[in-house]
């Protein structure tokens, strides 16, 4: 059974820093695309950061240049980093993920995590 666990949600001042963790058991296949997504009650989940198996990359325009996306692969966790944080940023953040990048890309990845409320007061 695949299980997606995510940490290091909080609250942070504008312009902090929070690093976030998705711990992945129970994984059954060879390849893989995980993503960030974060969503506030009442709009739109919007998609943050991808990664894959093979280390592609990929960022929502509203976030490059602060949040970075990595891997250790050896934990199976998936990390962001997140920078220079403001109050747009806040959010509950979900981990997800799919074997195919197209799934996950579309905001329907099979696998999803409990999310993590991060907050930034101004």
């Known amino acids: 059974q695949v299980q997606l666990v995510e940490s290091g949600g909080g609250s942070v001042q504008a312009g902090g820093a929070l690093r976030l963790s998705c711990a992945v058991s129970?994984?059954?296949?060879?390849?893989?695309?995980m993503g960030w997504f974060r969503q506030v009650p009442g709009r739109e989940r919007e998609a943050v950061a991808f990664?894959?198996?093979?280390?592609?990359?990929r960022y929502a325009d509203s976030v490059k240049g602060r949040f970075t996306i990595s891997q250790d692969k050896a934990k199976r966790t998936v990390y962001l980093q997140m920078n220079n944080l403001n109050f747009e940023d806040t959010a509950i953040y979900y981990c997800?993920?799919?074997?195919?990048?197209?799934?996950?890309?579309?905001?329907?990845?099979?696998?999803w995590g409990q999310g993590t409320q991060v907050t930034v007061s101004s």
């Open positions: 997800a993920a799919d074997q195919f990048w197209s799934p996950v890309v579309k905001g329907q990845p099979k696998y």
């Open positions: 129970g994984w059954p296949h060879s390849t893989y695309c």
């Open positions: 990664i894959d198996s093979i280390d592609s990359i």
